[in-house]
């Protein structure tokens, strides 16, 4: 298969800092737990779990699971792959140092979380990797993060970075269902469509990720090739640098009215996007809290407006006939639309220099909060707890979010003690409606996840909401 993502290479779960990591860690790890397609919390390698107030989750675990190498996946892995996520050597530990006190072995098959606050810990497990204790010992940390060894339906033989993964499936994996169906997966790294466009053509590779515009038209006319629709996969989001402190103390931004927010929105014709661009891959109504799948969506909020001169009047009576903000967005990533948006704002009289950026540059400009002024936010649809959702898109010290309100992170704060689903809804929507009304980002589309498959693939079923290759344990061919 060809992949888009060069950059994104990360293996280990300590390591990874982005979503584009998944087609390879994803093969390699199990976790305890996973969200499933019904959107209900699913047992990986846990059994069962339970919990009495949120502070303390108890985990039962499968018996027989072995790692790649033959060690057995007991407690103490799991322990270890905890406390290798919150330590030194992790890039990504996440809320878990805030979150959790310990881990604790209940036994050889079971484990608990103690939580320094109640929260709905089965969706923020799913950081947490199973680490070999006896391989770890023998390689080392900076050996492991090059080979890891993991506990899911492949197991990886070759890395050869910038270029390849290579993965042969693991014989001894403890659940048939998720079995892989194939012998032997290649990953190639093709960051230029054309280039993957070809190969599927050549039938150099099977199935080809991140297609869009004509060349997904053309691809549909061929018939050794069908064109896979994975819906409502991301949603795009345009941020704004006004909310960290580091820009606020720099000085005022234009930013800073809402009124000159609202008219960037009100700029945007989102529906000739998706009817022009993104050719029907697409969705002109996006929320900026949820996704139509998700718990927490509200079918009754209108879509975004598209009015030009209602825009024209917003800046004029902020005082701005023209402005120049300059717009970051990742440059493998819907190039054609965030070009067409630096048109509709010039109409309106809004000079927007682009500032087209590779994505782990992208990434860390945001981390570091040294973005431009308008700035390209993407966020998949598999976050489905909706406070989790909240937190990425709203919360003031979350990653990536641009956005910080002191009442919406006291009602996320508040919401997270909930244990009970509908309970966390409710809380979800109160943070996402003070948002939305404060304009702390513009919403600007839902886009389909699409593939190209070739004609030796008799199946294969994305996991959803998930704009990356996922699932790929479900690839089966003829």
Known sequence: MARSSLG???????????????????????????WG???????????????????????KLRGGVKFHNGEPVDAAAWKLGYERKVGPESLSPGELPRMVKNAEVLGDLAIAFNLNYSDFFPDTVGAICASPPKYLAQVGEKEYIEKPIGTGPFKL????????????????????????????????????????????????????????GPPVVELGRDPNIRVLYNKYAYTY???FNIWWPEVKASGP???????????????????????????????????EGAFPYHAAWESNLP?????????????????????????????????????????????????APLFPTERVAHYGTYRAHKTQPLVQLGVPGYIRDPLSYQRTVHQCDSWPSAYCSEEVDRIIAEGRKQIDLAKRVEYARRADKIARDEMAHIPLLYTHAVYGVGNRVKSYVPGPGNPYLTWLHTIELK
């Open 237 to 239: 989001l345009i941020s």
């Open 157 to 212: 033989v070759k890395h050869v970075r910038a270029e390849r993964f290579v993965f042969q499936a693991f014989e001894s994996y403890y659940d048939k269902a998720r079995a892989a169906r194939v012998a032997e997966m290649v990953q190639l790294m093709a960051p230029e469509q054309s280039t993957r466009v070809a190969m599927l053509r050549t039938g150099e590779v099977d199935i080809a990720d991140y297609m869009e």
């Open 253 to 287: 931004s234009p930013l800073n009215d809402v009124r000159v927010r609202r008219a960037l929105s009100l700029a945007l014709d989102r529906q000739a996007l998706v009817d022009k661009i993104l050719l029907g891959a697409g969705d002109a109504c996006p929320q």
């Open 303 to 351: 879509c975004p407006e598209y009015n030009p001169d209602k825009a024209r009047q917003l800046l004029k009576e902020a005082g701005y006939d023209k402005l120049e903000l300059g717009f970051q967005y990742i440059a493998v990533e819907l190039r054609p639309v965030m070009e067409a948006l630096q048109g509709y704002w010039e109409k309106v009289g809004v000079k």
């Open 37 to 59: 397609a019904a959107g209900e919390v699913e047992p990986q390698i846990a059994e069962s779990w339970k919990t009495t107030d949120g502070t303390r989750w108890e985990f």
């Open 8 to 34: 994104n290479e990360d293996k280990d779960c300590i390591t990874t800092r982005a979503g584009a990591d998944v087609p390879q860690i994803e093969p390699i790890h199990d976790k305890l737990v996973q």
